[in-house]
């Protein structure tokens, strides 16, 4: 059988490579991605042959700076073929994880709620911090108003447990009720379906606080376009000073800087060029809570 290189493949059906490339396999695309990391990979798992997917992570990050996903290198691992001998053991799924799983993306409240308003809706998520040059890891988890771009709540911790976000809704229930005196009625708080956001604990605290929950489909990251958004641009406007950082305390104190210039000094072009502390205070100012309650209510399409 006759062979043809990729050129003459284009030139005989009258594409460009580019449109080649485009419309090959997602896997194909996926593998050439990574395809610099193989053999690293590869010489990790020779060397450990019963390091599961957690450790070989780890050893990525530790040995050569790479940093990649969990869900990426599983990925990987299966299209290149790399067997572990080590079983990787599958996490029990909650009760309310099924529940979710059963509803589909009925569970997705945000996307059928029309926001006019601050205190209508808050997101949460939580993004890795490399600090000190890539060396170490933190997590950042916030909880932040959709449409007044308040950061209501956030913690930093190293590792993430539930307790990452509990503390950080805690703060965020805490300051809404400072700044309004009470929760608002039907408060949604949206979020992906991590097993952080989908345990008991946090669950419990959220409902009992009379707060509704919403939750984005699995694997689609577009549904929380607003917390891409700040951690990427948090990444990137600070790179070259958290790369600096070299612990965890003075990492702590410049997040806290960082949010605190967020909300009292940035001004935001979605909220008329103010900042989200001026927009909101001018809000509660405007709409008194006392005289106007329905201000708090919302509809969905």
């Known amino acids: 059988m006759k062979l043809f290189s990729i050129n003459r493949i284009c030139k005989l059906c009258g594409i460009s490579k580019t449109t080649y490339s485009n419309y090959k396999h997602p896997d194909e695309r996926f593998e050439n991605k990574y395809n610099h990391i193989k053999t690293k990979i590869q010489k ?10 957690k450790r070989i992570k780890r050893a990525l990050d530790d040995n050569y700076n790479i940093h990649i996903g969990r869900d990426a290198l599983e990925r990987l691992l299966r299209l290149w073929g790399l067997q572990l ?46 600090y000190n040059n890539g060396k170490n890891k933190a997590y950042l988890a916030i909880h932040k108003d959709v449409f007044g771009q308040m950061v209501y709540g956030f913690n930093l911790k190293e590792n993430m447990d539930a307790n990452l976000i509990i503390d950080c809704f805690e703060q965020a229930k805490k300051n809404i009720i400072k700044l309004i005196k009470t929760i608002p009625n039907n408060l949604l708080c949206h979020s992906d379906q991590g097993s952080q956001y989908t345990s008991y604990e946090y669950v419990d605290k959220v409902l009992k606080s009379k707060i509704i929950l919403s ?4 694997g689609t990251p577009t549904e929380n376009p607003g917390q891409e958004s700040f951690f990427g641009r948090l990444k990137d406007e ?23 210039y967020y909300n009292n000094k940035r001004i935001h072009t979605s909220i008329n060029y103010q900042t989200p502390a001026k927009f909101t205070n001018n809000f509660i100012k405007n709409f008194s809570l006392t005289n106007n309650k329905k201000w708090f209510s919302f509809s969905r399409t």
């Open 85 to 130: 001998r080590r079983k990787i053991r599958k996490s029990k799924i909650s009760l309310i994880k099924k529940i979710l799983i059963f509803l589909s993306n009925r569970t997705n409240l945000l996307i059928r709620t029309v926001i006019t308003k601050p205190f209508q809706v808050i997101t949460s998520d939580i993004t890795e911090i490399y």
């Open 215 to 218: 939750y984005s489909t699995p």
């Open 44 to 53: 990790i798992i020779k060397d450990n042959s019963f390091y599961g997917i």
């Open 238 to 260: 600070c790179r070259a000073e958290i790369n600096e950082i070299i612990n965890f305390k003075q990492l702590q104190k410049f997040i806290k800087s960082k949010i605190n």
